[in-house]
């Protein structure tokens, strides 16, 4: 099966989350007008008595067609990606609830200043970059243990362009 991505916008998006742009966002101007405020871009959601934490992660290039085998899940908190650079990057997103079937994947490709803020238990493949070496801003919960689920995919299914 072949998986090919559509678009990333906010409307396509807002069964697994939200979509991290400044794009069509209100703002404020601060620090005496050198600078644009976007605020409220996303919900960071936690369990009681776990915190937020920010981490870089760094991934490695993949090459199209890449096979999709495994998804994850985070049922008690949301998580954020965000590109530290410039480049198109796919998000690979299922419903939450049961373990997915591949014919429940999604395919988004951002336009290279977006980043996503993923609801909790939206099932998802870890962050991919097509092209080089890409640094992603992360925004989760706290230590893994109950709130890391993962779903090996039955069958094959690959990313294409």
Same mark, same amino acid.
């Given at each position: ?13 807002? =069964? ?44 490695? =290039? ?57 609801? =909790? ?41």
């Amino acid at each position: 099966m072949i998986a090919r991505p559509e678009p990333l916008t906010r409307a396509a998006f807002q =069964p697994f989350g939200e979509v991290l742009e400044t794009a069509g966002r209100k703002s404020a101007t601060i620090n005496q007008g050198y600078a644009q405020k976007f605020a409220d871009l996303a919900r960071v959601e936690t369990p009681a008595g776990r915190q937020a934490q920010l981490s870089v992660y760094r991934s490695q =290039p993949v090459s199209l067609p890449f096979l999709l085998q495994e998804l994850e899940c985070h049922p008690l908190a949301s998580q954020a990606f965000f590109p530290l650079h410039s480049r198109p990057f796919p998000v690979v997103v299922a419903p939450a609830g049961e373990p997915p079937r591949p014919t429940a994947v999604r395919v988004f490709m951002t336009n290279g200043r977006q980043g996503v803020n993923l609801h =909790p238990g939206v099932w998802h493949h870890w962050q991919l970059s097509l092209d080089r070496e890409s640094d992603y801003l992360v925004i989760d919960c706290e230590g893994a243990g109950a709130n890391l689920r993962q779903h090996r995919l039955e069958g094959e299914l690959w990313l294409a362009a």
